[in-house]
């Protein structure tokens, strides 16, 4: 989760079925039926944040794209 402008957004990441759920005026994440963007990780590393969503500050953007990475390549993934 983030902060932006005064307004919250997060991001849940779905490792079961390989979707990222965006969220904005985010509260807890309890219901994945309140997302507002559903994005495939091939779609996040293709076209960044979804329009409706805010961008995260540089270090919360990289962590999400290290998850997502790792999410889609995961024997390619080596952590530093």
Same mark, same amino acid.
């Given at each position: 989760?983030?902060?932006?402008?005064?307004?919250?957004? $997060?991001?849940? +990441? =779905? @490792?079961?079925?390989?979707?990222?759920?965006?969220?904005? #005026?985010?509260? %807890?994440? %309890? =219901?994945? =039926? =309140?997302?507002? !963007?559903?994005?495939?990780?091939?779609?996040?590393?293709?076209?960044?944040?979804? $329009?409706?969503?805010?961008?995260?500050? @540089?270090? @919360?953007?990289?962590? +999400?794209?290290?998850? !997502?990475?790792?999410? !889609?390549?995961?024997?390619?993934?080596?952590? #530093?």
């Amino acid at each position: 989760m983030w902060g932006v402008d005064g307004e919250v957004y $997060g991001l849940s +990441i =779905d @490792t079961e079925t390989k979707k990222l759920r965006w969220f904005a #005026n985010a509260g %807890c994440l %309890c =219901d994945w =039926d =309140d997302s507002e !963007v559903d994005q495939t990780p091939v779609q996040f590393l293709e076209r960044g944040v979804p $329009g409706r969503i805010a961008e995260p500050d @540089t270090e @919360t953007l990289h962590e +999400i794209r290290r998850a !997502v990475v790792a999410l !889609v390549h995961p024997r390619d993934f080596v952590e #530093n």
